[in-house]
């Protein structure tokens, strides 16, 4: 990685700092870190249509969903029952962006709560409302999300697992959570940890580094823009995820790594296909933020 900094055209999201400094080139985009607030991010971002081509029905390929829709339930639901374990909260309306198909709203109903989805892609969105009912579902981006029956102020808990690094404006979104929010109310996030042990490892060949993901955070300068965009009392938890090695070989395939992706395969091989598909808690370099409203 370069140590050159150099000013950007757009300023940092976190701090408003104008001069970013170069840490590598990945798939014909730069990836740079705010000389301020060590904010990491994609500069410039990629276009519209690069983020189209990456989305789309066949992204939710790396979960294995097309494979074994049952399995991936599994990991995923126990994954976020540990995390509304968490939460202060309980009870009362919850909205989900970023909802995909629906798993984390399936246990959060399970637990009492009203489920709400905001989702941008069709397959997810189409499949939210099949559970849920159209009226709780609203496709697009969080900016423009509006429910028939509940409103600004209405909502007790706002979640945003694996979210806020994909969105072009992280303050907009996080200031439009806390309109939606209730007083006292939570917003929950889960996101890349710039800062974890595993990222200081793999430098750029972090698993985490990928076009989609524009911006990553660390657990100081995501304190510090939660706090400005109106949320208090930022609290951090461990955040260890559900995974089978079946599930990480299919994230692996999905997203080459040059030397994870070959470990995984040899894992497939070697391990008894009984203890491929049972779960672990494992971390992955990821970080579990909860804020609550001022």
């Given amino acids: 990685m370069t140590a050159a900094t150099n000013p950007s055209p757009s300023p940092c999201e976190v701090c408003s700092g104008s001069r970013f400094s170069t840490l590598f080139e990945k798939e014909n985009h730069t990836f740079v870190r ?17 983020l189209a081509a990456i989305y789309g029905d066949h992204y939710y390929d790396a979960w294995g969903l097309r494979t074994d829709e049952e399995r991936v339930a599994r990991l995923k639901k126990a ?10 909260a309980r009870g009362g309306r ?36 099949r559970k849920f009912g159209e009226a709780r579902v609203f496709q697009g981006e969080i900016e423009q999300a509006r429910f028939g029956d509940a409103g600004d102020g ?6 945003m697992c694996d979210y806020i690094e994909h969105v072009r404006e ?4 996080l200031t439009r959570a806390r309109e939606l929010l209730a007083p006292g109310g939570v917003l929950a996030i889960t996101t ?21 993901h524009l911006h990553y955070f660390r657990r100081d300068n995501l304190t510090r823009l939660l706090e ?6 930022v609290d951090f938890h461990p955040l260890a995820k559900s995974l089978s090695l ?31 598909s049972r779960p672990l808690r494992l971390p992955t370099g990821e970080m579990f933020a909860v804020a609550v409203r001022a």
């Fill in 246 to 276: 079946n599930y990480i070989r299919e994230q692996f395939e999905v997203y080459p790594h040059p030397v994870l992706s070959r470990a995984a395969r040899v894992l497939g091989r070697v391990v008894p296909s009984a203890l491929q």
């Fill in 94 to 129: 919850l909205v989900d962006c970023g909802a995909a198909t629906g798993f984390l709203l399936e246990v959060a109903k399970e637990r009492g709560y009203e489920p709400y989805a905001i989702e941008f892609g069709e397959l997810g969105a189409k499949e939210l409302a």
């Fill in 34 to 50: 705010c000389a301020e607030c060590a904010l990491e991010r994609i500069d410039p971002p990629p276009t519209d249509e690069t």
């Fill in 170 to 173: 992280p303050a907009r979104v």
């Fill in 79 to 88: 994954t976020f029952s540990d995390l509304l374990d968490k939460l202060p």
């Fill in 154 to 159: 209405d909502f007790q808990v706002v979640t």
């Fill in 228 to 233: 400005r965009c109106g949320f208090s009392r």
């Fill in 192 to 212: 890349p940890d710039a800062g974890s042990f595993s990222r200081v490892t793999l430098r750029s060949g972090w698993s985490h580094y990928k076009i989609e």
